[in-house]
């Protein structure tokens, strides 16, 4: 693709907070009179379609927004134009940048770093843009998070639904059909099974200690060896829990 | 820590309650070093009043002293926890005395067959002084043990009380940390940057909103309790500058009864409901929403409501840094008097509902 060399460069300015693509303009506009900035986008699903649309030299980018990151942001730009991130504060990222040698501005951007930004894209802007893929890759999976748990449960009671955060829970027991989510100051009652709640919380957080107990490791305050194998005492609970055979490995010191 | 009133021969005996208790072999030894001490001297005063001689009745009294202290181990090691009072110590100081004089007879070399026939004097001597200094050396265990026990009490409580206010500190820090995130910091005076040349007017209000937040941030960490209106100050100088930022996006609503404006509430309590409601309720949402603060008298209780029609929370939604002090610092604060509610809304955000006793709280 030709980077028309011969016209004015183009620029599109990616910042969820109005005031702020405003204030990035109008420093490129003093600092690059010659960038024509094609548009603002608030979110990164606009930014894509303008990119789509207008096809510019160079995105500046703010990291956090909301949905889709200016990182994801600009996975999805690739090769396309040049990219520079924006951002008021991610120190990792920084680091990043810096030792990958990408442009990125600090807000609130001073006039004279935005100088040497300005003087390095005019220098690049003849080149094809840099191959950002595996940086941003690499960025991407330290701010995701891993694998999402489950981290509320909906109880319903009398006419309320209550959400109740799953570190609130000390253990769930199954009963019946259902299943009694349990700590020091109620008993609650959800439909959803054990095997269920299993699969979806936390392996780090919570036990499966026995066929009809899940409990929230943080809550056991003992563990006690007697003749029937291992008895789990929780804080603040006068109630033991007792640990299924094919459960005791959890216990074992490692 | 339990602290049940007990009636123990020996120290041996309260230690077991106690989780820093001696090892039993140890408490052992050192009880039979005080009983051997004191039959050396009680077999002086005997000696004074008894015929025999000082070794006759130092045998004797070794013999007794010993058997009770035997005896007074195995009755509380082999009793449970519930029966060890004044009658274990009675049954310990009685059966002692019986095997103690059965050896001490037969180490003074009489027969203790004869000796009832013989020296019933002796035996009749023996009984009174074991049932007087039985129960004395008794006691003079027991109010030991009471007391280090009572030592041990007053440490584990000062650790307790040290522990909460360690805790009670580092929550309150975690909240002032999070009221100054720097993203917040930077991105404001961006803002402010922004207007000045444009809309100077709406700069300078941005600025001393900002101020009035920070202000409010770094004061009323160090305070136990402000008054209702105070903390609304700072959710409005909070809401406002959000409300530059996003635009059209934000909008807002405060309402809260007059006379309930000076009630004291702890700082910050609200605050980082309401930037929690705006960070993963509202502004995830691309043509945004409102937030509404409620607080009423509810059965006597203080209810606080931060009420969103953002996007809601799912199944796997994070549970925020905030949210969570926020319970920790309720449970701290108020004994768990206080009610922590997370609500969903129709057809779309969540309601935050606090609800907290009028009093000024258990823990000042």
Not at chain 1, 16 to 44: F, G, T
Not at chain 1, 225 to 238: M, P, V
Not at chain 2, 163 to 190: C, D, G, M, V, W
């Amino acid at each position: 693709m030709s980077r028309r060399a011969d016209k004015r460069p183009t620029a599109i300015i990616v910042d969820d907070e109005p005031h702020l693509c405003v204030l990035l303009k109008r420093q490129l506009a003093s600092c690059w009179p010659e960038l024509l900035i094609s548009a603002e986008a608030h979110n990164a699903a606009e930014a894509l379609q303008l990119l789509d649309d207008l096809q510019p030299d160079v995105a500046f980018l703010d990291i956090r927004m909301p949905g889709m990151s200016g990182l994801e942001l600009a996975s999805r730009i690739g090769t396309s134009c040049h990219i520079v991130f924006v951002t008021a504060y991610d120190q990792y990222a920084v680091q990043a940048f810096e030792n990958a040698a990408v442009d990125y501005l600090l807000k609130p951007v001073s006039g004279e770093r935005l100088s040497t930004t300005v003087a390095r894209l005019q220098a690049h802007l003849s080149h094809n843009p840099p191959d950002l893929s595996p940086l941003i890759a690499q960025l991407t999976e330290q701010i995701r998070p891993k694998k999402q748990y489950l981290q509320w449960l909906q109880v319903s009671q009398h006419n309320d639904i209550e959400l109740v955060p799953v570190d609130e829970v000390d253990y769930f027991q199954a009963s019946d059909k259902y299943t009694l989510v349990i700590n020091r100051k109620s008993e609650r009652v959800i439909r959803t099974p054990l095997k269920e709640l299993e699969d979806e919380l936390d392996p780090e957080r919570f036990w499966r200690i026995h066929r009809n107990a899940i409990v929230r490791v943080a809550a056991i305050a003992r563990v006690t060896r007697d003749f029937g194998g291992l008895t789990l005492q929780l804080h603040h609970h006068e109630k033991t829990l007792s640990v299924g055979r094919s459960y005791t490995h959890l216990f074992r010191q490692r | 820590m339990t602290r049940s009133v007990q009636y123990p021969v020996f120290s041996e005996c309260s230690s077991r309650k106690r989780r820093t208790s001696r090892p039993p072999i140890k408490n052992m030894a050192r009880d039979f070093a005080i009983v051997i001490t004191l039959m050396l001297v009680l077999a002086g005063l005997l000696n004074l009043v008894l015929e025999g001689g000082y070794f006759f009745n130092l045998r004797y009294c070794l013999a007794i002293g010993l058997s009770i202290t035997i005896s007074s181990h195995f009755l509380m090691q082999w009793g449970s926890a519930d029966n060890l009072n004044w009658q274990t110590s009675l049954a310990a100081i009685l059966l002692g005395t019986a095997i103690g004089i059965v050896i001490g007879t037969v180490a003074n070399g009489i027969n203790p067959i004869v000796m009832i026939e013989k020296y019933p004097g002796l035996l009749l001597a023996l009984l009174v002084v074991s049932l007087i200094c039985g129960p004395a050396i008794s006691y003079f265990f027991y109010s030991q043990a009471a007391i280090s026990e009572a030592a041990a009490a007053l440490r584990q409580e000062e650790i307790e009380r040290i522990s909460y206010e360690q805790r009670l500190t580092e929550a309150n820090f975690k909240i002032l940390q999070a009221q100054i995130e720097p993203h917040f910091l930077f991105n404001t005076l961006s803002n402010v940057l922004s207007l000045i040349p444009t809309q100077p007017d709406k700069a300078g209000q941005m600025l001393s909103d900002f101020t009035t937040y920070l202000r409010a941030s770094l004061q009323q960490t160090r305070c136990d309790r402000i008054r209702l209106e105070d903390e609304l100050a700072t959710v409005r100088s909070f809401l406002d500058i959000m409300a530059v930022r996003m635009g059209n996006r934000l909008s807002y609503h405060i309402d809260v009864q007059p006379e309930l404006l000076s009630v004291p509430v702890p700082p910050l309590l609200i605050q980082p409901l309401v930037e929690n409601a705006v960070e993963h309720g509202v502004d995830p949402k691309p043509e945004g929403g409102s937030i509404t603060i409620r607080a009423v008298l509810s059965e006597g209780m203080l209810q606080l409501e931060v009420r969103d029609n953002g996007i809601g929370i799912t199944s796997s939604s994070p549970v925020g840094v905030g949210m969570n002090n926020i319970r920790e610092r309720l449970n701290l604060i108020y004994n768990g008097e206080a009610s922590f509610q997370v609500l969903p809304n129709s057809p779309h955000g969540a309601t935050i509902r606090l609800t907290i006793p009028m009093t000024a709280g258990g823990n000042l």
